[in-house]
């Protein structure tokens, strides 16, 4: 749903629960406010969780020599650090 989907559900049911004072004889607008309301609030809090989880990453520093390029003439060499990404075992992403 996203976070802007949740925002909008959220304040459509705001709007019925609080602002409107219609009359369906077969449905209660009041009601209806506050299930988009809890709705709204659920798809934010799934999507912050599902946000939260897909951030666990680590980087470690890996022990093995970048490998480099024969330096030609008027050429640094610079060392570089190569890192590699590690994933904690668990559901994937």
């Given at each position: 749903m996203g976070i802007g989907g949740s925002i909008?559900?959220?304040?459509?049911?705001?709007?019925?629960?609080?602002?409107?004072?219609?009359?369906?004889?077969?449905?209660?607008?009041?009601?209806?406010g506050w299930v988009l309301m809890v709705?709204?609030?659920f798809g934010l809090v799934l999507t912050l969780w599902f946000w939260q989880s897909r951030r666990r990453t680590v980087v470690a520093r890996s022990d093995e020599p970048a490998v480099a390029a024969a330096p030609m003439?008027?050429?640094?060499?610079?060392?570089?650090?190569?890192?590699?990404?590690?994933?904690?075992?668990?559901?994937?992403?």
């Open positions: 909008f559900l959220i304040a459509l049911g705001a709007i019925l629960a609080f602002a409107v004072e219609a009359e369906l004889g077969f449905l209660d607008l009041t009601t209806v709705a709204g609030v003439e008027n050429d640094r060499v610079v060392e570089e650090q190569q890192y590699r990404e590690v994933r904690r075992p668990g559901r994937p992403v």
